[in-house]
Structures are given as structure tokens and as C-alpha cells.
């Protein structure tokens, strides 16, 4: 019964767009590319998005929530149960399979100066939808990170062996979440101070300024994050720096239990004002080179 009502919800889906098809179709050669729709209209600062066949999560930040929508109409269908102390930050998610999602609470805004840490926790939830239940869902495992010091985290990954990598935007570190909620170091500097970063990894302090169309363009005060976003592929973990301003990887596996010399290898060199003028940090856990 639930496939057939979710054939006949791609049909109505597909129904639905073909009048927009002609206005936003972009075409090449002939050739149409994608086209694009209003899906859903949300009055409040969204981040993070993950989903599976039959419904989308959205997060709220700001309103302390994920919402879940329905994937075929965009309507909201139902919520996220809070966690047992509620979301204080619900940033960034990823689906870890069908029925199955993993939230990231950053544990508040990010605070570099003063320096305040964050606290951030990684919740799985199991989920189901169908038109006779409506939606459903449970918190299953809860992962803290306050054993560890953290400035703030910009993206986590599941691995296939059941941990998880954290990142670190602001102290330039990588953390690893064991499969029993053990917290481990991955890459982390020698110590936290300034002097010790990790160039490649941490954040630039002071935004340079950047002059666009003649005119100098500077959010007062603003800071630039470092390690941000994570991805693996083929036993590699790619990382973007907008502070370094290049993707960097290291690999995977057997990795984690070795001892790697880091390359500070970038697209600016260290020292510079591009990079806040930090120093190296220890020989990490594991290697890191520019790509």
C-alpha cells in the first residue's frame, strides 16, 4: 500500500511541475538541464537540510527545532521531539539512511572573542511517515562533545564503522566520536593557543580587507572560520578552510591510529595576512595535504 501511494505521489509531483517546466527550464544546446519550483516557504532562518523518500527535515536555529516536511507537497507534516534538555542550536544534519537522522546542536552561537566554547552533541533519530500514521519520530542515541574543548562546529560525518568526525571552525580541530561515545582526538594543535593553531585548520582572527568594484567590503569585527565542511570519498576526508582558502584531505581507515607528519601546504602561505599569521601546530594524528 505505501509504494503505491508513493507512485502515485511522484506522478502528482511530476503533474504538478510540468507548468513551470517551460519558465524554468534552462536550456543549452538545446538540451534541458534542470528546472526549479517553489517547495516550501519558511518565514524563519533555516539551516541545515536532510531528508529521505518521503519527508524533508528542515532546522530552525533560531527557534530551537527541526521541522519535517512532507517531500512531495513541501507542507510541514510534524516536528522533531525535543531532546531532553531541548535543542539549543539544531545546525546542521545528515540522513544516515532511510528512517534514520543524525542532528548536529552546535550548543550555541560561535564566540571567538571573548573566546566562549561551545557544547555541541550529535542526536540520532529514528522516523516514519505514511498517510494513515502521519509522522513519527524518536530520539535514539545522543553524542556529547563536552569532554572535549570545542570553539565551534561547522559539519560532522558518519562514518561507516559507526563514528563520527566533528569539525571545528574555530580552534582548527577534527574530533572523533567512538561508536560507545568515547570522544578522540583526530586533528587537534598542540595546545589551544593562538601560537600553536593549526594554519590549515583555524580561523583567521580579523577579515582581511577585500575590495569589491573599487569599494572596501569589511563586516566589522568579522572573523573567517577555518576547517568547515567535511565529506568522505573512496577512504578520504575532504575538508574546505575559507580560511586557507583551499580543500584539503587525509585519509581514512588505519589513519586514525597512526602518526602522520601535516602538511601546511595551502593556497597562501601561512604567516600571511590570508592566514592569520599562525604558527604550526604538533605533528597531528593524522597527515593533511592540499588537493
Known sequence: ?????RSLGIVALLLTC???????????GGGVHSFSYAYAKIGVP?????????????GEPLNGKVIALSRLTGRQIGELPQPPNGFALP??????????LAVLDAGGLPMPNPFVPANPIIYEYRYAWDLLRGFSASLTRTVSFASV?????????HLDDGRYLLSDAVLGSIWIAQPNGSILPGIVPKSFDPQDWIPTLAFVPAMPL?????????????????????????GKVYYYS????????????????QSYSVSTSSRHSPGSANSGGRGGGRTPRLHVQSV
Open 1 to 5: 500500500m505505501k509504494t503505491t501511494y
Open 18 to 28: 510540468l507548468p513551470l517546466y517551460s519558465q524554468n527550464a534552462l536550456l543549452n
Open 46 to 58: 533555516i539551516a541545515g537540510v536532510a531528508g529521505g523518500l518521503d519527508v524533508v527535515f528542515v
Open 91 to 100: 545546525l546542521i544534519m545528515h540522513s544516515l539512511g532511510e528512517g534514520r
Open 149 to 157: 574543548l570545542v570553539g565551534f562546529p561547522e559539519d560532522f560525518v
Open 210 to 234: 577585500i575590495t569589491v568594484n573599487g569599494y572596501p567590503f569589511l563586516f566589522t569585527g568579522s572573523t573567517i572560520p577555518g576547517v568547515s565542511p567535511l565529506a568522505v570519498r573512496d
Open 242 to 257: 575559507p580560511c586557507a582558502r583551499g580543500i584539503y584531505s587525509f585519509p581514512l581507515g588505519d589513519s586514525f591510529r
